[in-house]
């Protein structure tokens, strides 16, 4: 008996279709969490901003900061993609 | 006994039905967060305005910074999309 | 023996039908997202409307930006949709 | 023994049958969310009407504002189900 | 030993059997949410004219507005399975 008998799930997939599920997986699901936290951390300034407007500058420094580490990981998922899709 | 026995489940899809679905995947699963993240971050800018009409130049700004960054992202799943239909 | 012998799930799916079930899911999964930020948008808009309808022009104003965001991302979908309908 | 023996679980889906499943989901799930989005934003609405009904012109206006960009994205569910089953 | 022999679980979906499930999806699934949209809004309505029965006229005609738009994406709904079932 081989290595592959009792296997419950087999999927064929030529290798450009992989790729293509590949990329489309990696944007997908690796943009979810970075988008999600953009929204959540600028909706707790825009809390923070109308509880107390003169904090603005100490707000909208961090929000940008929290920003811009939160979009480089969406940007690591589309680097990610654009690998799958033309590198490999 | 050959290679396939004993495989319960299996998937045929060729590169061209693959490159469909991926895109759909792509465009589809990469839209729900930045929508989401939109949503939030614009509905906590409304509660912001509305509990503080004052600070409308602090938020209005801030906001627009957030939903641009989050737009960024269903940009990337979009580009991402349009890349596996037309250039894979 | 033959090669699909014991295989207990098979699916096997057309390039066409591909496109049907692709295209179907770029737009349905596409839209779920957008439709709710619209809904968790304007409703926060409403409550902070009725909490303080003088801000009526600064909340319309940001609603209806934050409104624009979130469609475009749903016409992102529609647009992918029709690209593997009609392009791919 | 032919082909077909012991296959516990097969789908064969032709290209036509793929095209009225697609449509189906293009329409029934790309509707939940509209019509969540038009439940929850009227909702809110209501609730804002019931605490300051002086509010109403401000409201209503914008009320309708967002029904109609949300039931925008359930009107190209509708699209593209009716693409899938006519046109593709 | 005849072809049915060993088979726990075959579907095996022609063209008409596809249509069948296809239009019992897209109004069994599409018909879940503008029902809860219905119930979320009329339930909200219900909430203001209990604080606030003065508010009836306002809350009443916005309230079958909300209504008549969910209800429009059920329709939606019902249209597409009429199509599922007998055009295509």
Redesign the interface.
């Known amino acids: 008996?081989?290595l592959?008998?009792?296997?419950?799930?087999?999927?064929?997939?030529?290798t450009?279709?992989?790729?293509?599920?590949g990329?489309?997986?990696?944007?997908?699901?690796g943009?979810?969490?970075?988008?999600?936290?953009?929204?959540?951390l600028?909706?707790?300034?825009?809390?923070a901003?109308?509880?107390n407007?003169e904090a603005?500058a100490a707000?909208?420094t961090n929000?940008?900061l929290g920003?811009a580490f939160?979009?480089a990981i969406?940007?690591y998922?589309?680097l990610s993609?654009?690998i799958i899709?033309?590198v490999i």
Chains 1, 2, 3, 4, 5 share one sequence.
């Open positions: 008996m081989n592959l008998s009792y296997l419950p799930f087999l999927v064929i997939l030529e450009d279709g992989a790729k293509a599920i990329a489309a997986i990696a944007m997908a699901v943009g979810i969490a970075p988008a999600l936290a953009i929204g959540m600028v909706g707790k300034a825009m809390e901003l109308g509880r407007p603005r707000i909208q929000m940008i920003v939160a979009e969406g940007i998922a589309l993609a654009l899709a033309f």
